[in-house]
């Protein structure tokens, strides 16, 4: 049995249903209770996001020390995107994805990684053409189109 601090949140316009923190820590303050949950749940976005696109905890090395370079690699290339997407966002404002169905109102990861994923292929240094502009055989908006279908697919 091990002793625990227990704070329960209720909301007085009854929106939302009781909720209970727990806490071993016997001396903490319901204020440190909640903010440590608020804290922590960035973290789990995180961690949820880097395992839904990265594929943290699904590697398949054989050896122990490929395994414990493996994890921080994947969570460094997840803070490069989310940095590199900012910068792209206070630049030139990037679009938010959406379906008629879902009500999103802020930048996912998916969002992100497709933001830097055309960044990177829209720079001059990946491209192979002439710096003379061709004649375009398919309208400008149908080859946006299919390059946000790539970014988002990839």
Same mark, same amino acid.
């Given at each position: 049995m091990v002793p625990l601090r227990w704070v329960l949140v209720r909301d007085p316009l009854g929106l939302f249903k009781p909720q209970a923190f727990l806490c071993t820590d016997q001396g903490a303050s319901s204020e440190d209770i909640l903010s440590w949950f608020v804290r922590r749940w960035?973290?789990?976005v995180t961690f949820a996001e880097v395992r839904r696109h990265l594929g943290v905890e699904t590697q398949r090395q054989w050896s122990d020390r490929a395994i414990a370079r493996t994890? #921080? /690699?994947l969570l460094g290339l997840?803070?490069?995107v989310t940095l590199w997407a900012d910068d792209l966002h206070r630049s030139q404002a990037l679009v938010v994805r959406s379906a008629k169905w879902y009500n999103k109102k802020s930048l996912t990861f998916a969002d992100a990684i497709a933001a830097v994923r055309r960044q990177i292929w829209a720079d001059a240094a990946f491209t192979t053409s #002439? /710096?003379?502009v061709?004649?375009?055989k398919i309208p400008s908006y149908i080859?946006?189109?299919l390059t946000d279908l790539a970014c988002y697919a990839a």
């Open positions: 960035t973290v789990e994890t #921080p /690699a997840y803070a490069l #002439p /710096a003379q061709e004649v375009s080859y946006d189109r």
